[in-house]
Structures are given as structure tokens and as C-alpha cells.
């Protein structure tokens, strides 16, 4: 087995990258992973499908010597400068048209950096974001490499036979140039953070105001998912509100704390999308009310002082729950909106030629955010490939006139109850100020042009103008 050709290897074994490769030998495939704890490199051995090809090693040269060559090499570590410094260990043992991908959820502008530091050796590196967590990983994620398109070419059918698949077509394409991978992922993740506020906003307003207990909730979440609102994170919302914690027998989500935990990636989608500039308010919301989630004590000490009782509670009727249902699928439409326009723009801006088709068709399935609506946008982006924001799309503007008007009574019910409906009111107001031919601005740029000078134009002629106010 020794001079055994290898043809992809893996650095770094554990969860995701273990399971990624697992599952790239199940299709056939060659492989060998490093990593410098021993019982991680037996461990990947042990679980390997009997007949197939996998080999652990605990030195990078031992992995890269076995490789075929050109070699394909993929990192799953963590991001920022265990990167960079694998890529250096790795340098002195690889050759000119060598493949290297970054699996993580590295930041776009590092994995740019590193793209242009590698082309003149010759070197092909891929950002490549990779979703579905560790289930994904062993049984199909759903996969956004970037880069150059030989590297591309080189690493297609092996990415194509792990992702996941729907109606038989793999969940991976290419996402474009330089580092249009990782900003897919990084998008990805900033729709993530804010449906699963959205689902969190709805999950509240049944809880505290319709008085729905778990297992109501599982049943709703769980009908849901039969619908127009079938989602991995409806699927999922509905099993944990049935799952008993071992230590006190209760419900489990009743007993976890509220202060949530974030490892970024949604933050850089609102800075990203600060900087190009897009309007992506439901995601900055998700970011911002996950910050808020920290400030516990905070929170305790004003909830006394302004003592936000709920108005009134009633037993949910099927009519309030259908409500809350149209109001889920309007805003989680709005968030796709916001995240694609952004996508839409950064690839114009940052000259990546992201295929927004391609986007949408890859995240039907094995991805955080899959959802049947993805077919839909998927069929807008073939009917229009330039369309600059799926709410154009005449389909999808049916849909949200069909659940607008309880998506605005759902709000209106949560304002008067004192339950913060933050992303849910903030989608709407994207939706109601996207919509407005003539925004209330023109008086801002009066203000701005009194107290500074900034100047303004005029609508009934060219020009740029400026008034002595006072
Ligand atoms: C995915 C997930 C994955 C990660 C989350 C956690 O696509 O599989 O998005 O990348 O588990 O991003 O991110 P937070 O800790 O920021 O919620």
C-alpha cells in the first residue's frame, strides 16, 4: 500500500475534515489525511468503508509525497493564521500546478491575499466554502469553490461526486474568480444568522403571546416543514423543541442560555456589505441582535425598570398561527433578496463574475440555508440571469403579496405586545422603502446641504446645487 498514489488529501482531521474525506472515498477516490495528532490519523482509518482507500499519516511530507501529482491538497483549519501557516509547511513540498483549497470559513480578503501570493509559484489556491456541518461533510455538502478555472477543472468531479445532490445534480459549481468562494460562504452565512433570527422572532411570538407549548411548537414547525416553508432550519427547529435535556428532564431549549455565540462570519456579510455599499438591514439585525443577546445583566436590569409585560396572551388559534407562518415566508424571502443583490454587487464590484444561477441551484441542497424556495429563485436567475434583485422577479413579487399583509398584522400585534420582532419589522421596512418610487431623503440632503454644504440635486433639472439656508 506504501507507494500507493493517493488522490486527494486532507489537512487537518477533524469533525469536517475527517468526514469530508470519508465521503470523497465512499466515491472511489484515493485518500490520504494529515494531521499531527496520532489518534486523529488512526481514527479516520478505523472509519473508513471496508474496500475502500484511506490512509492517516502525522507528518505533512508523508501526506504530500503520496499524492498524485499535480497534487489536490484541501485544509480544513481554523481561519486566519493556522492558514497561512500550513500553507508555508506546505511550500517547500509542493510543485507549480499544485491545487490547494482552504476549506474553512477563511475571511474573502485573506483568501485573496493568498491567491496572489501563490499565483507566481505557480500554485492554484481555492477558496471554497463548504455547508452542511459535519452531517454534510460525511453525506453531502453543499460546496462554493472559487478561483482559477483550471484549478476548478482539475477538482470538479471529485467535488461534484461528495456534494450533495438534487434531482441527481451535484450542490457544487464554480462560484468564480480570486476569493468568490469564500464570499459565497460569507453571504451564505449572513442569510443563515438572519433566518435563524426570523425563525427565533416567530418562535417568541407563538411562545409568549399565543401561549403555544413545545410540543405545539414541534407540531407547528413540524407542518411547516411540509409546506411552502419547507427548510433545513425548520426541520430542525422542530425537533429540538422535543428534545429533553438528560440533566433535569425538562425540554432542553428551555434550559439553555440566550446569550448566543458567533464566530463571525455573519458580522463580515454586514461590514462587507457596508463597504461595497448594499442595504442588507435584516442581516445587520441578526448580527446586532445577537450582540444585544450578550448583554444578559443588561437586559435583567432594564426588564425590571421598564417591566415589558405582554399585553394580552391568548391560545393560539389556527388563523394567529397561519399568520406568523405568511409572516416567516415574506421576510425569509426578504433575506435571500438582501444577501443575493449583495452578491450581485460584489461580483461586479470585486470583479468576480459570481453565476447567481449557479449560487441559488447549489444551496437547493446539503447547505445551512436550503429550502424549497431556493427553486424558485433558481428559476427567476434562469429566467433573468441579470436580475439585480429576485424581488423583481414577477413570481416571487405573487408570493410576497400573497403573505404581506400578515406579515405587517404579525408585526403590528408583536409592537403592541412588547415582543422585539427586530428582523421581522426590519425586512418589511427594506421591503416598503425598496419599494418607494420617491423616498423621504430629499429632506436629508436639504439638511446636509444647510449645515454643511454638501450640496444636492434637483429633480427638475441637471445639476449640482447648493443654498444659503439661513
Ligand atoms: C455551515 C455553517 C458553518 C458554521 C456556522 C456557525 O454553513 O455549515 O454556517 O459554517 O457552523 O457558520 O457560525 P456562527 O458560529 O457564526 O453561528
Redo the contacts with the bound molecule.
Keep these: 500500500m506504501e507507494n500507493t498514489a493517493y488522490d486527494f488529501g486532507m489537512i487537518g482531521l477533524g469533525v469536517m475534515g475527517s468526514n469530508f474525506l470519508l465521503n470523497m472515498a465512499d466515491k472511489g477516490y484515493k485518500v490520504i489525511g494529515f494531521d499531527l495528532d496520532d489518534a486523529k490519523a488512526k481514527k479516520l482509518e478505523n472509519e473508513a468503508t471496508p474496500g475502500t482507500t484511506v490512509k492517516g499519516v502525522t507528518t505533512l511530507g508523508a501526506m504530500v509525497q503520496q499524492l498524485d501529482k499535480p497534487r489536490r491538497i484541501m485544509m480544513l483549519v481554523p481561519a486566519g493564521k493556522p492558514v497561512d501557516s500550513v500553507i508555508q509547511s506546505l511550500l517547500p513540498l509542493i510543485e507549480k500546478d499544485d491545487v490547494i483549497i482552504d476549506g474553512g ?1 477563511s475571511h474573502y480578503t485573506d483568501t485573496l491575499r493568498r491567491v496572489k501570493e501563490l499565483e507566481p509559484k505557480g500554485i492554484h489556491f481555492m477558496g471554497m ?5 459535519e452531517e ?1 461533510a460525511r453525506r453531502g ?1 453543499s460546496i462554493m469553490p472559487g478561483g482559477d478555472l483550471a484549478a476548478w477543472k482539475r477538482v470538479q468531479p471529485m467535488l461534484e461526486a461528495v456534494s450533495a445532490k438534487v434531482d441527481g445534480t451535484p450542490c457544487v459549481a464554480y462560484m468564480g474568480k480570486d476569493a468568490a468562494g469564500h464570499y459565497v ?1 460569507m453571504v ?2 449572513g442569510i ?2 438572519a433566518i435563524m433570527q426570523l425563525i427565533s422572532e416567530a418562535y417568541d411570538m407563538m411562545k409568549r403571546v399565543l401561549d403555544m407549548n413545545n410540543d405545539e411548537l414541534a407540531s407547528t414547525f413540524k407542518t411547516w416543514n411540509e409546506a411552502e416553508l419547507q427548510s433545513y432550519l425548520i426541520e430542525i427547529t422542530a425537533s429540538i423543541f422535543l428534545k429533553n435535556d438528560d440533566v433535569t428532564g425538562k425540554r432542553l431549549v428551555d434550559v439553555i442560555s440566550d446569550k448566543a ?6 458580522k463580515w456579510t454586514s461590514q462587507d456589505a457596508m463597504e461595497l455599499p448594499v442595504a442588507v438591514p435584516t442581516i445587520d439585525t441578526a448580527v446586532a441582535l445577537r450582540t444585544l443577546s450578550g448583554y444578559k445583566d443588561e437586559r435583567v436590569n432594564a426588564s425590571e425598570l421598564y417591566q415589558p409585560a405582554i399585553k394580552e396572551i391568548k391560545k393560539g388559534t389556527e388563523a394567529d398561527i397561519k399568520k406568523i407562518k405568511d409572516a416567516l415566508y415574506f421576510s425569509t424571502i426578504i433575506c435571500y433578496a438582501q444577501g443575493l443583490a449583495m452578491l450581485n454587487k460584489a461580483s461586479a464590484e470585486l470583479n468576480m463574475d459570481i453565476p447567481l444561477s449557479d449560487v441559488v441551484k447549489i444551496w437547493r441542497g446539503g ?2 440555508i436550503r429550502s424549497s424556495l431556493l427553486e424558485i429563485f433558481y428559476k427567476a436567475y434562469i429566467k433573468d440571469k441579470s436580475l439585480s434583485n429576485i424581488l423583481l422577479n414577477k413570481n416571487i413579487a405573487r408570493l410576497i403579496k400573497k403573505t404581506e399583509k400578515n406579515a405587517r398584522a404579525v408585526t403590528k400585534l408583536a409592537l403592541q405586545s412588547k415582543i422585539p420582532v427586530t428582523a421581522l419589522s426590519s425586512s418589511i421596512g427594506y421591503f416598503d422603502a425598496y419599494c418607494s418610487a420617491n423616498m423621504p431623503t430629499n429632506l436629508i440632503q436639504a439638511q446636509r446641504d444647510f449645515f454643511g454644504a454638501h450640496t444636492y440635486q434637483r429633480i427638475d433639472m441637471e445639476g449640482i446645487f447648493h443654498t444659503k439656508w439661513d
Excluded: Q
Design positions: 470559513n466554502g463548504v455547508s452542511g456541518g454534510g455538502p460562504k451564505h452565512n443563515e444568522y455565540g458567533s464566530k463571525g462570519t455573519g447547505c445551512i
